[in-house]
């Protein structure tokens, strides 16, 4: 096989890049978790920032559009402030208050506790030092709630006689029935110390960046990806985009193992390995971005004349919109799948196994279905078209929710991952990029990318984040995964008949015989927007 050493650079990019997202995106949840976040708190985060993608990528698409001649120089620059943005949670201070890792205690005595002394009390408000928090006993012969002081060590708390006392006098006669109790502890219930430190408002702050640019980066490296592939070269996408889930894949589970090898007899998991694989991966990653060779490309008169001109025709507009559809679903399945598996293991007795369940599962995703896919989808475009591969992507959708919704246990998960991540989320963002690239009128790809991929994984995203929380929360998983299974099957036959109907002839072409016409040409086809 001859090596194509003018996409090498191309490919080593989404290679690093991703690598240098896997450590870090997959474990933003737990992360804030442990930092005492709540999930409301995350949930309302998740809406907000997919609204500022849909802002700022087609805002960096223009600007790399703009200035064509420092466009490298731009995507270089919101590169490195990604990989900042994520490097510097890392030199967050310590939460001004303890920690509760684990809220589940086995065979626990109240009698060995002692009582609070007047000095042992801190005074409430206070952001250091003990805690309080109501821990619930269920012993043998005896169930009752006592008010529990936890002292902090090291930023930690435990349930043990050394930094654990009663405050209540009265819980004597109740210790004095108990004995091999299991206890479980409430959250603190004071949040003021965390929602106004510095740790929690640099993480907010820091985690939005990093999202937001690692999102305007995606955009910009699928437009320059087919600036370098050319003319017709948008078959071709897959083949390099498919290294860069393989680089997530890998550093996602080197960065899993790392941290749990690192972390080996502490409470608090210690992220330092994976933010030193964003450090290398990052740093990489910028080497290759430096021996990009862009092609020289022609610069458009008006940009925003051009893309509103775009915008304007009604096939671009259904597509649009179907993207958006593409988004809601996707978000659904990154926000709460797997919320929904570990409610899943709870019912059926697999929570002992569910971490190890969800690597295995994000593996199959990325180095099972999305490899395959993201290898194979420049032949499916080829042989079907955009109109009935994006139809077979819905149709895989409504399959793959609806097979989630009947799975008995989280393992059976495992394989509905392996096999249908690929015709799902693979091969429907290819077919998205690509179709963005084919219609972009000259000299405004990456804003073209920008809007497409604002109203796919941004618009799309805010909504299916808070309608599927809402879904989530009044209809429980089963019935939601159920209605979103019935949206993409709604959504492929409103889009199969759309296609045989109207859009059909609209379409651009995906055959290597196609004909390249003028921009004049082109938009007579309804293809693309006047110069």
């Not at 109240?110 to 309080?132: F, N, R």
Request: proline share 4%; with cysteine; charged share 15%.
């Amino acid at each position: 096989m001859k090596l194509n050493y003018k996409q090498l650079p191309v490919k080593a990019h989404y290679f690093f890049f991703m690598a240098a997202m896997g450590p870090i995106l997959p474990f933003f949840p737990v992360y804030g978790k442990q930092l005492g976040v709540s999930p409301v708190v995350m949930g309302s985060i998740t809406a907000v920032l997919p609204i500022l993608f849909l802002i700022a990528k087609p805002a960096f698409g223009y600007l790399v559009d703009y200035f064509v001649s420092w466009r490298k120089t731009i995507f270089i620059m919101i590169l490195a402030t990604t990989s900042i943005s994520f490097i510097c949670m890392y030199f967050l201070p310590a939460l001004p208050e303890p920690i509760l890792p684990n809220h589940m205690f086995e065979n626990m005595s109240c009698a060995s506790l002692k009582h609070c002394s007047p000095e042992d009390t801190t005074q409430p408000g206070l952001c250091m030092g003990a805690k309080y928090t109501t821990c619930h006993w269920n012993c043998t012969n005896n169930n009752f709630s006592v008010l529990i002081q936890f002292e902090e060590i090291e930023g930690e708390v435990s349930f043990t006689e050394n930094n654990t006392c009663l405050t209540d006098t009265n819980a004597v006669s109740h210790c004095s029935k108990s004995d091999n109790c299991k206890v479980s502890c409430d959250n603190f219930n004071d949040k003021h110390c965390l929602y106004t430190s510095i740790t929690f408002w640099g993480f907010i702050i820091l985690m939005s960046l990093g999202n937001i640019g690692f999102n305007v980066c995606n955009s910009i490296s699928d437009a320059i990806c087919f600036d370098v592939l050319g003319e017709g070269g948008q078959m071709s996408y897959g083949r390099q985009r498919v290294w860069g889930t393989i680089g997530f894949g890998i550093a996602a589970f080197l960065a899993g193992y790392a941290v749990d090898y690192w972390s080996e007899g502490k409470m608090i998991k210690v992220y330092t390995p994976a933010f030193l694989l964003i450090f290398i991966f990052s740093f990489f990653d910028i080497l290759c971005c430096r021996k990009l060779k862009l092609p020289i490309m022609s610069g458009s008169g008006n940009i925003l004349k051009d893309v509103f001109q775009l915008l304007k025709l009604k096939p671009i507009i259904i597509f649009l919109c179907f993207a958006t559809i593409a988004g809601i679903i996707d978000s659904f399945i990154i926000y709460f799948l797997f919320w929904y598996l570990e409610d899943l293991a709870l019912v059926t007795g697999h929570m002992s196994e569910i971490k190890l369940i969800e690597g295995l599962i994000v593996a199959a995703q990325t180095l099972g279905g999305e490899v395959i896919f993201f290898s194979l989808s420049g032949k499916i475009l080829k042989k079907l078209g955009f109109g009935y591969t994006f139809t077979f992507c819905f149709v895989s959708y409504a399959l793959r929710l609806g097979l989630i919704s009947l799975a008995s246990t989280p393992w059976w998960v495992i394989p509905i991952e392996l096999f249908m991540q690929g015709p799902t989320y693979a091969l429907c963002y290819t077919s998205i990029v690509a179709y963005a690239s084919k219609i972009a009128p000259p000299g405004t790809s990456a804003t073209v990318q920008g809007i497409v991929a604002g109203m796919d994984d941004g618009f799309g995203f805010a909504i299916g984040s808070l309608v599927g929380g809402i879904l989530y929360k009044l209809l429980g998983g089963v019935t939601t995964l159920r209605l979103l299974s019935s949206l993409a099957a709604v959504a492929a036959l409103m889009y199969f008949i759309l296609h045989l109907l109207y859009l059909k002839h609209t379409m651009p072409e995906t055959k290597s015989t196609v004909e390249w016409k003028s921009p004049e040409e082109a938009k007579n086809a309804c293809v693309a927007a006047e110069t």
